[in-house]
């Protein structure tokens, strides 16, 4: 069925041809709303090896529309004991690695949600930035959760 | 000397086995390495030899003080250095293009570097896929019909304000 005969139907049965507008309408308010809003990013990796040593990711991300940075993460390195250890994440600048403006280092001990970054332009360009806090040889380094921006 | 020089690479060697690094955290693995702060510097200083800047600028020192943001070691992504040595060369000419309300600015030569973007490790490398689609989006698509004010905003949320 092409485009015309989808907008023929649409108009000839009014209650259901309502309908159809609607989620039209929605579908056409969602799509331009998503082209400058921030949504999830799946995101997983490992931390640098047994030391605290910071990672800096080779990946450029872009904010899209303004606001804030946060992240979540169902899995972090662990411990000898099998515990979760703190990850340390960031977010920086691309030209400089240094932290963008209205960010600050995250240490995330669960997988309840963090702001990474508050106030943030669109189309800002950052990178991630990451470390696990404690030192643990022969220990698992992975982490997986979720970025929004 | 041959002692010293054997320690040495023993040494490392077993430094590289105990240093299993990292993957990135998109959505895709490449791989379990790392650049050292010296190489991503040596990295970026080989790329940059690849690309002209604009007129008026200069490359930086390279930014991988090998420290992260609270001061702890830290070491960098593969190919860091080839994605930040051509993001700064991208920088510098879409400033210059965002920006050019002179004559003496050759538009159409800045353009035509702006839109050689998609050569660069830069968009190849670093931008992942949503991003890259948001960055052909919102930023080179309009620019190649004449709409630089994605660039201007790329360039002004992203790029240095000069380049000297």
């Known amino acids: 069925m092409g485009p015309s005969s989808t907008k023929a139907k649409r108009w000839s049965v009014p209650l259901s041809g309502l309908g159809v507008i609607g989620v039209i309408m929605t579908m056409t308010l969602f799509g331009a709303a998503s082209a400058q809003a921030a949504s999830d990013h799946t995101i997983s990796g490992s931390t640098f090896s047994s030391s605290e040593a910071w990672y800096y990711s080779t990946n450029v991300r872009t904010k899209e529309g303004a606001g804030n940075i946060t992240a979540r993460f169902s899995e972090r390195p662990k411990l000898g004991n099998g515990n979760s250890d703190l990850l340390k994440f960031a977010v920086v600048e691309v030209n400089s690695n240094v932290l963008i403006p209205g960010a600050s280092i995250q240490y995330f001990d669960s997988s309840t949600s963090r702001t990474l970054a508050t106030n943030v332009p669109n189309a800002k360009t950052f990178r991630n930035a990451y470390a696990r806090y404690t030192t643990c040889n022969n220990c698992n380094h992975n982490f997986a959760g979720v970025e929004r921006y | ?164």
């Open chain 2, 1 to 164: 000397m041959t002692v010293v020089m054997t320690k040495g690479k023993a040494i490392l060697a077993v430094t590289a086995a105990l240093l299993v690094a990292c993957g990135t955290e998109g959505a895709e693995q490449v791989g379990r390495d790392y650049l050292t702060a010296a190489e991503a510097t040596t990295q970026y200083r080989a790329e940059a030899k690849k690309w002209a800047l604009a007129p008026g600028w200069t490359w930086p020192t390279p930014p991988y003080p090998g420290v992260g943001p609270d001061g702890s070691p830290a070491v960098y992504g593969l190919d860091i250095g080839r994605v930040d040595a051509t993001l700064y060369w991208f920088c510098s000419w879409g400033r210059l293009l965002s920006g050019a309300t002179s004559s003496t600015v050759d538009t159409n030569s800045a353009l035509r570097n702006v839109l050689r973007v998609d050569e660069t490790a830069f968009y190849r490398v670093g931008l992942l896929t949503p991003d890259r689609d948001a960055f052909d989006r919102d930023v080179t698509t309009p620019a190649r019909a004449g709409d630089l004010s994605g660039l201007a905003t790329f360039v002004d949320d992203t790029c240095p304000a000069t380049g000297t």
